[in-house]
């Protein structure tokens, strides 16, 4: 990356009057990484926008993970969408079953047009989970999608499992190619097994898509 570039998004993110264009600067920093760029996003966690705040702490995630998570861990209970959407990112980033409950806990207070973020953060962080929890949480959403009138689960469900299954469904080809090149053979039976938990996962969302478009045909 250029250095004139940078320096150029480095004072965006600082002065911008504009905060869509503050948060914007700070994720691209988050993604180059800069040397001087973790004090730009450390000075951001403090922007007088949610917005531009919560994208500073998905950006110190690639910086400083355990510093990020120490935080979300305070923001767990903010009401801003922007605040929650993030410590959502920082959970699914560390892909950790201890935040399941957070998640799950975010899908039960979720009102109106935040039930759809809920719900796509939710299918993010069961795809980073192993398949027990992960077809828990498949089920979970089929339920509430089956069970919840008035709300959006019906109608917008299809489209986080379908996440979901093409997420495992490329982990299993993966594998596979893994497998194949594989020449200690002694590893192939737990491959193996991996990959029939993949199945077994891929299986379970294409049943519960059916299911739940089902449902909205109703």
């Not at 150029?8 to 988050?30: C, F, H, M, N, Q």
């Not at 997420?167 to 594998?175: A, V």
């Amino acid at each position: 990356m250029p250095a004139k570039l940078m320096n150029e998004v480095l004072l965006l993110a600082e002065r911008d009057p504009k905060s869509a264009v503050r948060g914007t600067a700070i994720d691209k920093i988050g993604g180059w990484k800069p040397k001087d760029g973790e004090a730009v996003v450390r000075q951001a966690l403090g922007d007088s926008s949610y917005y531009v705040a919560g994208r500073a702490l998905v950006a110190l995630s690639k910086y400083n993970q355990p510093d990020a998570l120490a935080l979300a861990k305070k923001w767990e209970n903010e009401t801003s969408g922007e605040i929650t959407n993030a410590v959502a990112e920082v959970y699914v980033r560390d892909g950790n079953v201890a935040y399941l409950s957070w998640f799950e806990k975010r899908l039960d207070n979720a009102k109106g047009g935040a039930q759809i973020g809920a719900l796509y953060s939710y299918a993010n962080f069961l795809t980073k989970m192993e398949m027990p929890v992960a077809l828990s949480g498949i089920e979970n959403i089929r339920v509430r999608a089956l069970n919840y009138r008035g709300g959006v689960y019906s109608h917008y469900a299809a489209g986080p499992l379908k996440r979901i299954g093409s997420t495992f469904k490329n982990k299993s080809d993966m594998l596979l190619k893994t497998m194949k090149a594989e020449k200690d053979k002694s590893k192939l039976p737990a491959l193996q097994d991996k990959l029939a938990d993949y199945s077994e996962i891929i299986n379970a969302v294409n049943a519960a898509v059916q299911s739940v478009e089902q449902k909205g045909e109703e």
